[in-house]
């Protein structure tokens, strides 16, 4: 697929702005899951500059390309890139997790431009992009479906009966991006339930896999453009926990608490610098 020139670019400027507005949100909030957002925020970002056909324009267009974000407990990542590409206001952010505000604390739909799914209970993000996925092809629509999903959620069952189903239909205009922070709720994920060989495992259910870094802006780009005919693609972008915060890179500690006052200074200092 032909890119918008100047993608990569755009997505490192919007990263550096995506995690301040992210660590500023969870720290008001006083929310969890910091990072789980700071992991992701790379691959969203070079989605949101370009990668994918979505912008706040075309949020109904059939023909769009449609970006479902299953490790919903990543919302504030989700959220600070939608707003600042402008698919709803900033000051949205500032009211992350309130009673009666727009934003949860998990990824929601409802009234949120951009969203294409509530998610939060993990692995229910493949089977609802896989069946929006097989509707496009039924129907002829363009457009390609864009899983994004942490690697623990290769620990549930619907994971690889989708990715079974996906292969058996040729959904070659279907994406799957794994999240591989290798961490998850209280460990390792290869002491949780042992995923390796991740790779091997998604070629044998019949995807074409890449393996990418999954903060370096132009390998992600250069892997969402594949195409292989007849076969749905799966990306593992191995990833760091807390990537870009020194103190946070790596540890179980931040799947769960927020920064204080001080840890936010020192987080928003580094990135600044």
Known sequence: ????????????????????????????????????????????????????????????NDNRDVVIVSKGHASAALYSVLSLREFFPLEWLSRYCENGAELSGHVTHKYVPGVELSTGSLGHGLPYGLGVQLSKKLYKCDGRTIVLMSDGECDEGTTWESALLASHHRLDKLIVVIDRNRIQSMGDTEETLALEPLSEKWEAFGWHTLVVDGHN?????????????????????????????????????????????????????ELNS
């Open 1 to 60: 697929m032909e890119q918008p020139p100047n993608v990569v670019a755009s997505s490192q400027s919007l990263a550096k702005s995506a995690r301040i507005e992210t660590l500023k949100m969870i720290h008001k909030a006083k929310a969890s899951h910091v990072g789980s957002c700071l992991s992701i925020l790379d691959v969203l970002c070079v989605l949101y500059s370009g990668a994918a056909r979505i912008n706040p324009s075309n949020t109904t």
């Open 217 to 269: 802006h132009n390998e992600i780009l250069e892997a969402l453009s594949v195409h292989k005919e007849g076969k749905p693609v799966c990306i593992i972008a191995n990833t760091t926990k807390g990537k870009g915060v020194s103190f946070m890179e790596g540890k179980v500690l931040w799947h769960y608490r927020p920064p204080d006052d001080d840890e936010l200074t020192a987080a928003l200092c």
